[in-house]
């Protein structure tokens, strides 16, 4: 039951785009498409801003944006706002109703 | 709307027992997988639990196996936790979520437990 791979911090300055990785094995993000990204700002519950892979719940902004090669995910967060700032899991679908989640990114705009 | 509501955190000495609640709502509840997840201080989001829709099947965490049991009354809407043997690792925020295509859909606000003597 290994957590996926994220780094542990990212940053970019206002409109740049920052790309965010989430790397796990073949039992997890490689053997599924259903991969998914949450933001959760402090004291808040999470929000889930893309799921199975690359698409995304109603009211999240086209600058979130998510794809998948192998046993690696990544989020990419275009035009980067200061509302962005947070902290970004991700998780996979690993079976038997079983999710593994990433160790979170901090995310800083600068 | 989507509604999850926990309830049943609070202080509990090493040792002791607390079940939690998710009075669940806006959403066809039965038809969901459901999942406890926590957040310790200075870490991050971990899965515990999930149940199954019909509650036919569980799983849990090597690190709570053993103490904690998930259980569901889709009657009621309500997803439960009970957790014994608590440590103080076990000290978390934890979230009642709900999920349908292999990952999360809708998050509570989470309820804290809090592990110490």
């Known amino acids: 039951q290994s957590a996926l791979t994220q780094p542990p911090s990212a940053s970019g300055s206002p409109g740049q785009s920052v790309t965010i990785s989430c790397t796990g094995t073949?039992?997890?993000?490689?053997?599924?498409?259903?991969v998914s990204w949450y933001q959760q700002h402090p004291g808040k519950a999470p929000k889930v801003m893309i799921y199975?892979?690359?698409k995304r719940p109603s009211g999240v902004p086209d600058r979130f944006s998510g794809s998948k090669s192998g046993n690696t995910a990544s989020l990419t967060v275009s035009g980067l706002q200061a509302e962005d700032e947070a902290d970004y899991y991700c998780s996979s679908y690993a079976g038997s109703n079983f999710v593994v989640f990433g160790g979170g990114t901090e995310l800083t705009v600068l | 709307e989507v509604q999850l509501v926990e309830s049943g955190g609070g202080l509990v000495q090493p040792g002791g027992c607390l079940r939690l609640s998710c009075a669940a709502s806006g959403f066809p509840y039965s038809y969901y997988a459901m999942y406890w997840v926590r957040r310790a201080p200075g870490k991050g989001l971990e899965f515990v639990s999930a149940?199954?829709?019909?509650?036919?099947?569980?799983h849990y965490a090597n690190s709570v196996k053993g103490r904690f049991t998930i259980s569901r009354d889709n009657s009621e809407k309500t997803l439960y936790l009970q957790m014994g043997s608590l440590r103080t690792e076990d000290m978390a925020v934890y979230y009642c979520?709900?999920?349908?295509?292999?990952?999360?859909?809708?998050w509570g606000q989470g309820t804290l437990v809090t592990v110490s003597s």
């Open positions: 199975e892979v690359s």
């Open positions: 073949s039992s997890d993000v490689g053997g599924y498409n259903y």
């Open positions: 149940i199954s829709d019909n509650g036919g099947s569980t």
């Open positions: 979520a709900a999920g349908s295509t292999g990952g999360i859909d809708y």
